[in-house]
């Protein structure tokens, strides 16, 4: 009976190690797969932009529809960059907890 029980156990141990296998290849799969995504979108970005820049080379000379295009992105860029240091600055610290510590640790501290 227990040489039963080992053997099952170790049926089972081995079991799940070829679903372990299994599962980190699919993940591994699936991860090559959205970073090529990724990559691809990226370069989709870019002809979209560099489409853009065609566009406005019909009113404009190229170099200027490419700095215009470039202008902005670096626009975009720099609102971006300043909304996430808002947002930065709200997460930073609890200020409020810290505050409200402080008020309770001084009301005990007059009261002992």
């Not at 902005?72 to 505050?99: G, N, R």
């Amino acid at each position: 009976m227990q040489a039963r029980l080992k053997s099952l156990a170790q049926l089972n141990l081995e079991l799940a190690k070829l679903e372990g296998k299994r599962k980190a290849t699919a993940l591994g799969v699936a991860v090559a797969l959205v970073v090529a995504a990724a990559v691809l979108v990226a370069y989709a970005i870019g002809f979209v932009f560099a489409a853009a820049a065609v566009a406005l080379n019909e009113d404009l000379a190229l170099w200027l529809s490419l700095l215009v295009v470039a202008g902005a992105l670096v626009l975009v860029a720099v609102i971006a960059a300043l909304v996430a240091m808002s947002f930065a600055k709200k997460a930073s610290a609890p200020s409020q907890a810290v505050d409200e510590t402080e008020r309770t640790v001084e009301t005990l501290r007059s009261h002992a």
